[in-house]
């Protein structure tokens, strides 16, 4: 099983690249609970800390996408790092100013969050220059999203730990300077440097012309509005069996199931499309959110709630090789962003939506939410399926040899070959 991401890593600057996208991003992915615990630490309300969590958000799910498109006109280094940088420095005035004056708090905790580089849409415009065979990049996708379910594991425990060891202000500063590095060590390797996206038609609507990839993510909305009304019914739950520490079982739960179904699933190759799979999948997610309304023992709820996450990771992986697939010529970088910022969205929505679902019929309506969520995503793939089944016209892979920095783009894989 373990050969095929074994075979990725040995590649050249594969692990430089996954692990500095990783570390580039730990200031995004540790964003809330590192706001949240810096604005307690201040001395500031509940409502306060949600509500400037809530700003950064907002101002990161617009800026995915614009960044994304700069790098497709731009390349990486003259983005990915400057933004990065940008995103450092507001932090930095936000943990060094506190909530006062309020107006700077807000605006300086917004330019943080619509700074935050686009690595991850970056990394996977990278893959095909990197790895070559077609098997070998979407194996690649899998093992990104398993990599995700690790730092949104890692990433809140790594805040935890500088707050105890310094502050929750130090925490800021320490994680964004950290993501600056992993950001400096991406936009210095040799494909990141010599990448070139592929010539593109100049469209006020970018990646979003492509009927396809608009259907795509308005399937991935109501995903994200699984999850996040997941993490809110599991609360109300653990409110009643336990408490805090149950709750914290029911996530990593959610992210172990999640971690092992991303590894099988990226361990094997695929025949057949991958819209036809990913209709599957999502099905297959929808269904596994059901047997959480049974609200059983702790231990029992553990194992559901991990069953619950099996099929993310592979569906997030599949939805990585139909972006791919759907981005018109020379918007891959923004056609990833536009997946993040979709999803994202939606992990908001669905936290929101939960809370008055939860408050009003208690945790078995917010459990019978995500199953839901997922049942309509699975609807919008099924009756988009025609567009998705036709891939972007003209559409290329956007990358460049390393060795040969205007090296023609080379052509997608088509629905036929192995995934």
């Not at 500031?44 to 907002?58: I, K, M, P, R, W």
């Not at 400057?82 to 005035?93: D, F, H, Q, R």
């Not at 599991?234 to 739960?253: E, F, I, K, R, T």
């Not at 009003?360 to 995503?377: D, E």
Request: aromatic share 8%; hydrophobic share 55%.
């Amino acid at each position: 099983m373990a050969a095929g991401y074994l075979e990725i890593l040995r590649a050249r600057h594969a692990t430089r690249l996954l692990v500095g996208t990783l570390v580039g991003r730990l200031p995004n992915a540790t964003a809330a609970i590192a706001v949240v615990l810096f604005v307690r630490a201040e001395g500031g309300t509940y409502s306060l800390a949600g509500a400037l969590a809530a700003v950064y958000g907002v101002a990161n799910a617009v800026g995915q996408p614009l960044l994304g498109r700069l790098v497709d006109v731009y390349g990486q280094p003259r983005v990915q790092l400057p933004a990065a940088v940008a995103a450092a420095l507001a932090t930095t005035v936000f943990a060094l100013s506190g909530l006062e004056p309020l107006p700077l708090a807000h605006a300086s905790v917004a330019a943080a969050g619509l700074f935050a580089p686009p690595l991850e849409g970056g990394l996977r415009a990278l893959w095909p220059s990197v790895l070559r065979r077609e098997e070998q990049v979407h194996t690649a996708y899998a093992m990104d999203a398993v990599a995700q379910e690790v730092m949104f594991t890692v990433g809140p425990l790594l805040v935890t730990l500088c707050v105890s060891l310094w502050s929750a202000q130090a925490a800021l500063i320490v994680l964004n300077a950290v993501g600056v590095l992993g950001a400096l060590c991406v936009v210095l390797s040799p494909p990141s440097r010599a990448w070139r996206s592929a010539p593109r038609e100049a469209h006020w609507l970018g990646a979003l012309r492509s009927p396809g990839l608009v259907a795509l993510l308005a399937a991935f909305l109501f995903v994200g509005i699984a999850l996040g009304s997941i993490t809110v019914a599991a609360v109300s739950y653990a409110d009643a069996h336990g408490g805090d520490a149950v709750y914290g079982w029911l996530m990593a739960a959610l992210g172990l199931g999640a971690l092992a179904g991303g590894t099988v699933y990226g361990a094997r190759r695929w025949a057949g499309a991958p819209e036809r799979r990913l209709r599957v999948l999502v099905a297959f997610l929808a269904v596994c959110y059901l047997p959480l309304t049974l609200m059983p023992g702790v231990a029992a709820m553990v194992a559901l709630t991990a069953l619950a996450g099996v099929f993310l990771a592979p569906a997030i992986a599949c939805a990585f090789v139909i972006v791919d697939r759907h981005a018109p010529s020379g918007t891959v970088t923004e056609a990833f962003s536009w997946l993040v910022t979709t999803f994202t969205v939606g992990a908001s929505a669905g936290t929101g939506l939960a809370g008055p679902v939860v408050q009003t019929g208690g945790p078995l309506w917010g459990f019978v939410l995500p199953g839901a969520a997922g049942a309509v995503s699975l609807l919008v793939l099924s009756a988009t399926g025609r567009v998705l089944a036709a891939p972007a016209r003209g559409a290329v892979v956007a990358a460049s040899s390393e060795n040969d920095p205007n090296r023609a783009a080379e052509p997608r894989f088509s629905s036929g070959d192995r995934a």
